[in-house]
């Protein structure tokens, strides 16, 4: 059983810093790409960052370049997502999942419950 479990969120000032976690289990997390993913309220779930499954070639949306860094521990079968610089406009619940493609946006699996990422003064 696929099980996606994020964690690491909470309430930061503009301008601060969090980093998320997601632990995998119930598939071959070493043979897959991984991404975060974000959804803020009414808002569709829009795509943030992905990694490759050696841990290379990270790339990220422009929202968010130069401010967030993704990566993995394939020993810990997990993937990270360090926030900096953090915005308003960040605030969302975050998610994670496995990628069809190593260009992220076309997740493989059901959603986890996701991390609440509020940025407000």
């Known amino acids: 059983q696929v099980q996606l479990v994020e964690s690491g969120g909470g309430l930061v000032q503009p301008g601060g810093s969090l980093r998320l976690s997601c632990a995998a289990s119930?598939?071959?997390?070493?043979?897959?790409?991984m991404s975060w993913y974000r959804q803020a309220p009414g808002k569709e779930r829009e795509w943030v960052a992905v990694?490759?499954?050696?841990?290379?070639?990270?790339n990220y949306a422009d929202s968010v370049k130069d401010r967030f860094t993704i990566s993995r521990d394939n020993a810990k079968k997990t993937v990270y997502l360090q926030m900096d610089s953090l915005k308003p406009e960040d605030t969302a619940v975050y998610y994670c999942?496995?990628?069809?493609?190593?260009?992220?946006?076309?997740?493989?699996?059901?959603w986890g419950q996701g991390t609440q990422v509020t940025v407000s003064s």
């Open positions: 999942n496995a990628e069809m493609s190593s260009y992220g946006r076309v997740p493989v699996f059901a």
């Open positions: 119930g598939f071959r997390f070493s043979n897959y790409a």
């Open positions: 990694i490759i499954s050696t841990g290379g070639r990270p």
